[in-house]
């Protein structure tokens, strides 16, 4: 997987001749330190309190120094589970049908296939469909582009591109609200009742 780390160290600002040393703002996404010369010729920081921070941004995705890769927005995003709740092995290729190891089997199989099919029209949502046996189960829609799929006999989870996953129950219906997510997902990926999901900045979380 594909990741950029890089450092936090800031270059001292260079003062011209003539100009004198006023107190300058010194930003590093976390919070907003002023330079302040006392009379005494002491030097302090005087931090922003922390209610004047904005409550949906969170304070991780401003230190931390390793971004990894997001998947790129792909036409269909699909995952295949079996009738146990496993990853089945008949995966679909990338003309929309199964790999020809599985063809045979993909037609007597009880294979459930969970698809998100990104419409190519800026403004169109995004629809996610459940099918078996080449029937549709259910059919919703989200806002945003979808990234990353998954899901057993348990739920369904999709991670969209604004860093929302919206969780389904197994008949289509809404699990709870939209999780938010600080930065973009990157890997997602289920087992019983549990989900996983860590963004592009590192974080970790477990539902």
Known sequence: ??????????KAPLLEEGEEENPQQITNGKRIAVLASGGSGKKGSEETPEFIRPAIINPVSS????????????????????SSGLP???????TGGTSTAGTQASSSSD????????????????????S?????LWM??????????????????????????HVFTPVGRRL????????????MECRGWWLMCITSIGMAYVW
Not at 1 to 10: C, D, E, S, V
Not at 113 to 126: C, D, W
Not at 140 to 165: I, M, R, Y
Request: with cysteine; charged share 20%.
């Open 1 to 10: 997987m594909p990741a950029l780390i890089f450092g936090n160290k800031r």
């Open 63 to 82: 230190v931390s120094q390793i971004r990894l890769g997001v998947p790129k927005v792909r036409n269909i995003v699909s995952r295949v589970v079996d």
């Open 88 to 94: 089945s092995s008949n995966v679909p290729s990338a």
């Open 111 to 130: 294979d459930y296939t969970f698809e998100a099919r990104n419409l190519r029209n800026a403004g169109e949502p995004t629809r996610l469909t459940l």
């Open 132 to 136: 078996r046996h080449s029937q549709v």
């Open 140 to 165: 919703d829609f989200v806002p945003k582009a979808a990234l990353l799929v998954t899901g057993n006999s348990n739920f369904w989870s999709v991670a969209c591109e604004d860093g929302t996953v």
């Open 176 to 187: 709870s609200s939209p999780l938010i997510l600080e930065a973009q997902p990157c890997f």
